[in-house]
Structure formats: C-alpha cells, structure tokens
C-alpha cells in the first residue's frame, strides 16, 4: 500500500511560481512511477507530469517550458516546480503513483493523494 500527501498550494498571482510537493510512503515497487494531475469542478482530470524512478520525465503540452517535476528517491518526495503561473493553472493538484509499466501522464495510476489547492488569479 502507498500513502501520497501533497502539500506547497496556495493563491499566488498571474506570473508568479510555487513548488509543490509530495511525499510517499509504502511499498518502493508500488511508487516506480509517480505522477502530477489536476482538477478543476466540472472538467475531467488532466494529466500535467509524470516521472520515473530513472527520473526520465514527460508533461503535457499546457505546461511545457513552465512546469518541471522531479523527484528524490531518498526523501521519497515528488516535486513540482510551476513558473509563470496563469489562471488557466488553476486547480486541485493531486500526487499519483503507480508500479511497472510505462511512466506518462495517460497511463494507469493506482494511488491518490488528497490535493493540493492552487489558485492564480
């Protein structure tokens, strides 16, 4: 079993940065790939990174050049850097984790965090 927490969301201005986080517990094997989403009310989820454990990365085309994830198997922890913030951004971001396979931001993810709130006005 994973156990995902998200923290670092906040209101921030158009332009500006914040950096998430999340940190993982459990099974090593279960958290291979570790990926961002986001949510707002009313729209499906959009897949923004994804991660493998090599650290080999890939984002969706919406945040290339602003957003980069990254991890650090020692801490366990999953980041997101986002610059240039736009209101578009705007959302819930949750953390995800899933073992073998592929590592993108359309596949299968098996845990969920709770979520961040990130608001850019």
């Known amino acids: 079993h994973v156990q995902l927490v998200e923290s670092g969301g906040g209101s921030v201005q158009r332009g500006e940065s914040l950096r998430l986080s999340c940190v993982a517990t459990?099974?090593?094997?279960?958290?291979?790939?570790m990926g961002w989403f986001r949510q707002v009310p009313g729209k499906e989820r959009e897949g923004v990174a994804a991660v493998a454990s090599s650290g080999s990365t890939t984002y969706a085309d919406s945040v290339k050049g602003r957003f980069t994830a990254s991890r650090d198997n020692a801490k366990n922890t999953l980041y997101l850097q986002m610059n240039n913030l736009t209101p578009e951004d705007t959302g819930t971001y949750y953390c995800?984790?899933?073992?073998?396979?592929?590592?993108?931001?359309?596949?299968?993810?098996?845990?969920w965090g709770q979520g961040t709130q990130v608001t850019v006005s």
């Open positions: 995800a984790a899933r073992g073998w396979g592929f590592c993108t931001v359309g596949a299968d993810f098996t845990y």
């Open positions: 459990g099974n090593s094997n279960s958290r291979r790939c």
